[in-house]
């Protein structure tokens, strides 16, 4: 039998330290631009090009959006990753295999979510500053996004065929 099986996937060691350390880093990155506020010039960065250049600024106010963004997007991914019976697995899950197959995509969903809360604050942090990201970032957050999905669908694959 194939399908979609409602379960509740484990918590595991590695999903709490990956909470606990996207909250203390989403927590650092806000208690941060309020410490800095007073000091923040009137003109910021609200956008990069694909080189990590400055090519657009907004007030000071617009700092707020990227941590803004942030969160949302943590909790919104938090949201699915309580619900596997939402995720499009790429593979055929069966009463044989789901554990193992939605425990792959949890592990490879928490990941994501580190690494979009790790790329938003550090473009936050780092808008602060008024200076260019330089132009590593983009392909340093490439890698980080799309290095772990190639490798959790690997193990995704492995974890179906068992």
């Not at 939605?102 to 690494?115: H, S």
Request: proline content about 4%; overall charge positive; some cysteine.
């Amino acid at each position: 039998m194939t399908g979609t099986f409602e379960m509740e996937i484990p918590v595991t060691r590695y999903h709490k330290f990956i909470k606990y350390l996207c909250i203390l880093i989403q927590a650092g990155t806000v208690l941060y631009l309020l410490f800095i506020w007073n000091s923040l010039p009137d003109r910021i960065p609200t956008h990069y090009n694909g080189s990590g250049v400055i090519d657009s600024f907004g007030s000071r106010y617009t700092i707020w959006i990227c941590p803004a963004a942030m969160l949302l997007m943590y909790q919104f991914i938090g949201l699915i990753e309580r619900h596997p019976s939402w995720w499009n697995t790429g593979v055929t899950v069966t009463k044989m295999n789901a554990k193992r197959v939605y425990g792959t995509v949890k592990n490879m969903v928490v990941t994501m979510k580190f690494v979009l809360v790790l790329v938003f604050a550090y473009i936050s942090i780092w808008s602060s500053t008024g200076r260019n990201l330089g132009a590593w970032f983009l392909p340093v957050s490439l890698a980080l996004t799309f290095v772990p999905i190639i490798i959790f669908l690997i193990l995704l694959s492995r974890a179906a065929k068992k």
